[in-house]
């Protein structure tokens, strides 16, 4: 009996450890999963965009910088960008190069022309005569901004009576430089939806809406000042395709606004 005994604590003893150790690796390894970019991630990003030849910044996601360079916007919101890995929110080049970067990691990213506004087009640099460009209310004036029909393009050269207007982008044929930081990725399925709600109805605070996923259904209830909203139906339209997107056993998303019934109002007292 003691000789059993004495093998049952040894195997006891040993079996212990055994499960402790998987667990913990368990647990490491997910967390690190958690917190490194894989294709499929959906995650917020700071960056700061600029020209390589010349250093210029012409876009970012931070105030303070957006002031200091002289590019601050009024009506700009100035925050990290989500980003989908694989969406194209982000250039897909640099979405590419987000993939294997951790929460908190930063990265310079050179975008050369072909994967970012392409080669400059030299049929795209037109003339006009000033008559022409005065029709359309525009003064024939170098850097002047140009709109002709679906185009937009920017006076290079006045020509005596005609106008040189280049419609190409004005990043055509330079590198860009992304200068990114993972701020945080996103794991929580109904975390996801609020995300994309707040991309794409950024008027309201996201703890306005509420979010519910069962089986294969995405449910958003809509609270009911968002029916003042301009243009909200193309923008319920992008919200269910998001949330479609970035949750992948979901079939359907459905879309509640409850109206109450208004209390009658009080009568006053005499």
């Known amino acids: ?6 093998k049952k604590k040894t195997t ?37 965009i600029k020209t390589k030849r010349d250093g210029k910044v012409f876009d ?43 929460v908190g990691e930063s990265k310079t990213i050179d975008v050369p022309p072909e994967k970012g506004s392409g080669p400059r087009d030299p049929s795209k640099i037109k003339l006009f005569a000033k008559t022409k460009l005065a029709k359309h209310g525009v003064r024939p004036i170098k ?3 140009v709109k002709i029909g679906h185009e937009r393009g920017v006076i290079t050269q006045v020509l005596g009576r005609r106008v040189r207007v280049d419609f190409n982008s004005p990043l055509a044929g330079k ?14 399925p109904e975390e996801k939806v609020l995300a994309v709600i707040k991309r794409r109805i950024p008027a309201l605070p996201v703890d306005q ?17 968002s029916r003042y909203i ?32 208004p209390e009658p109002p009080k009568e006053a007292k005499n």
């Open 143 to 145: 850097g002047e901004e």
């Open 175 to 188: 590198t860009l430089v992304f200068d990114v930081t993972a701020k945080e990725l996103i794991t929580v």
């Open 1 to 6: 009996m003691s000789s059993e005994k004495a």
């Open 60 to 102: 970012c996601t931070m105030e303070d910088v957006a002031r200091k360079e002289g590019i601050y916007k009024e009506d700009d919101r100035y925050e990290p960008m989500l980003v989908g890995i694989g969406w194209n929110w982000l250039l897909a080049a640099v979405e590419e190069e987000l993939i294997g970067m951790k």
């Open 209 to 225: 809406f509420g979010v519910s996923i069962k089986g294969k259904t995405v449910t958003i209830e809509f609270p009911q000042t």
């Open 12 to 48: 006891e003893k040993k079996a212990k450890p055994t499960k402790t150790t998987a667990s913990k690796k368990s647990v490491a390894k997910k967390t690190v999963a958690e917190n490194v970019v894989s294709k499929g991630s959906l995650l917020y990003v700071d960056y700061i």
């Open 230 to 261: 301009e243009g909200i139906q193309y923008a319920e339209i992008g919200v269910a395709s998001d949330a479609l997107k970035v949750i992948e056993k979901a079939k359907k998303v459905k879309f509640v606004v409850t109206y109450e019934r």
